[in-house]
């Protein structure tokens, strides 16, 4: 790697400049190592072996992130088993440890592919990730959904901000979810986890709210909150 001049990220560790710099290939253990190490307020991102050093976010991907947290909080709450998470550091691989904005886990007692380390990160990969997207269209539609899919993550739903767009992709069958006659996708990883494309984009909290408590009051919810019910008892 070639020596660059120390910027405002730069940190000394053992008397050793280190650096942590957007476009730099590091392995994961060596990027979390750097980025453990550095000062309070630098983000970064490791995805495809690449570091991603993201811009400061507008109120535009605040609003719709925190209104992506609501639905996922909302639907974990009816689904026992279940854990979301806002922007957890993630270890997906040898070269891969982003910081997805949101995420769905099944817990690992309950049957779930992830695990937490002894520092309460998350290893492995999520069932769910969700991803607001504005200046980082190509990035998340790119190299961190190749990363994801590599990873094993079930479902990635990405909303474009600009395009005002819901992307939702299930990886398993290679394909686009789509919404039913009335604009609601409907998961098929978490049974229950619906969204109403317009009126998320809307931005409309309570119908968000309802549309969730309509997915989680069907049959096919309580037959997932039962398998994983099953799958508890047997871990035990």
């Not at 395009?163 to 006659?181: M, V, Y």
């Not at 969204?195 to 309570?206: K, S």
């Not at 997915?215 to 047997?234: D, I, M, N, P, W």
């Amino acid at each position: 790697m070639k020596t660059q001049r120390a910027r405002k990220n730069d940190f000394h560790l053992n008397g050793v400049a280190q650096i942590l710099c957007n476009g730099d290939q590091l392995t994961q253990t060596e990027f979390h190592r750097r980025y453990e190490n550095s000062p309070p307020g630098v983000k970064a991102e490791l995805i495809g072996g690449i570091v991603y050093m993201p811009s400061p976010t507008g109120s535009q991907h605040s609003d719709y992130h925190g209104e992506l947290t609501l639905i996922l909080g909302l639907y974990k709450a009816h689904t026992p088993g279940t854990k979301f998470g806002v922007e957890p550091t993630s270890v997906l691989g040898d070269d891969s440890e982003p910081e997805p904005d949101n995420t769905l886990r099944v817990l690992p007692e309950y049957g779930g592919q992830t695990k937490l380390d002894a520092k309460g990160y998350v290893i492995g990969a999520p069932e769910f990730i969700g991803e607001i997207a504005h200046s980082s269209v190509a990035i998340d539609l790119g190299r961190k959904k190749e990363d994801y899919e590599r990873a094993g993550v079930q479902e990635y739903l990405v909303l474009c901000i600009s395009e005002q767009e819901l992307n939702w992709f299930h990886f398993p069958t290679g394909r686009k979810l789509k919404a039913d006659a009335k604009g609601i996708f409907k998961s098929k990883v978490f049974p229950g986890l619906w969204i109403d494309q317009a009126t998320f984009l809307a931005q409309d909290t309570l119908r968000c709210a309802e549309v969730i408590q309509m997915g989680v009051s069907t049959r096919e919810h309580a037959e997932f909150v039962a398998r994983l019910q099953r799958q508890r008892k047997k871990s035990k």
